[in-house]
């Protein structure tokens, strides 16, 4: 289960994994299954262009056509931030190894803001009022808008740690993936125990954020905010450069988040959480607490 972060190249590790021959990924990227047991059906969450799986045999037909591949797995990334997911993965399929990729809280945050604002899901106009999320959770509004708690990652690892062997447990920076994803992509292989001299294709950028322009951006915003794209790989069937044009023609570059800002968010909110997160995952994270953004 590759169970999260949100915007930390999960989509991305998801194509690369998707690739090895002893690897079986589901079609659906994010089928949102343990997002969904047990919940008010208002509340259930489906994948892009996807009706909703709340079913065991909805979600065990996804996986009906492995062969002989070892490794079976899908990609959810509302499974860390959702308080019941691990609960739920461990009671259901308590051998499961859980792959999580983290990335600089504000920097995180930033990229999820951009994301929404492209799907025409955000009205707020900037980023730091983003922040105060107490109106927005008294109101139930949608997770993908909390983007100052999804930050918080030392709290939601800890439901995986209390009920995962450690060694069950992989925990990515999202910066191994951006910066090494093939060495990054066989450390995951090893750790699921088949052949980690595989080589991955990782030329192709997936889900890279932008700002729709134009009339064709403002389709594609509204066709992605009624879930009329179909949640599949365009890769597979359009050549590189052609999503490149079409993307281009629909996107415009989005403006990056200023380091003193990024500094500001940083301190105010995060630095005890980030030393917390360092002792739980054993990792240095101080270049997390300064103004460059990775």
């Keep these: 289960m590759i169970v999260g972060a949100m ?17 079986f990924m589901s079609s ?26 709340n079913t065991f ?6 996986f009906e056509d492995v062969k002989n591949e070892t490794a079976i797995g899908e990609a959810s990334v509302s499974y860390l931030f959702d308080e019941d997911c691990a609960k739920l993965i461990n009671q259901h399929l308590p051998e499961t190894k859980i792959i ?51 930050g918080y990652y030392t709290e939601q690892l800890k439901r995986y740690y209390n009920l995962f062997p450690k060694e069950n447990i992989k925990i990515l920076l ?19 125990n088949i052949d980690s001299n595989f080589i991955p294709n990782t030329s192709t ?36 450069f052609i999503i490149q044009i079409i993307f281009n023609a629909a996107y415009k570059k989005a403006q990056p988040l200023s380091r003193t800002l990024r500094n500001r968010l940083t301190n ?4 005890e959480e980030i030393r917390k997160l360092e002792k739980l995952i054993e990792q240095d ?3 997390w607490l300064g103004s460059r953004a990775l």
Excluded at 7 to 23: F, N
Excluded at 111 to 137: G, M, V
Excluded at 174 to 192: G, H, M, R, W, Y
């Design 100 to 150: 999580a990729i983290l990335r600089q809280p504000v920097d995180r945050a930033y990229s999820n803001f951009l994301h929404a604002k492209k799907a025409d899901k955000e009205k707020i106009p900037f980023f730091e009022d983003a922040f105060e999320e107490t109106k927005r959770k008294k109101e139930k509004d949608q997770p993908i808008k909390y983007y100052k708690e999804k």
């Design 28 to 53: 659906i990227k994010e089928p949102k299954f343990f997002n969904n047991i047990g919940k008010d059906p208002e509340l259930q969450l489906h994948a892009k262009g996807m009706r909703k799986i």
């Design 57 to 62: 045999k909805e979600y065990y037909s996804l």
């Design 205 to 240: 950028k997936v889900n890279v954020s932008g700002a729709p322009k134009g009339l064709f951006g403002w389709l594609i915003m509204k066709l992605r905010y009624y879930n009329l794209i179909p949640d599949i790989q365009f890769s597979k069937y359009l050549p590189q």
């Design 285 to 287: 994270l101080s270049h």
């Design 268 to 271: 105010q909110f995060y630095k």
């Design 174 to 192: 999202f910066e191994e993936v951006t910066s090494n994803p093939v060495a990054t992509s066989q450390k995951i292989f090893d750790f699921l």
């Design 7 to 23: 915007k930390a190249a999960t989509t991305s590790l998801y194509t690369y994994l998707k690739q090895h021959p002893d690897i």
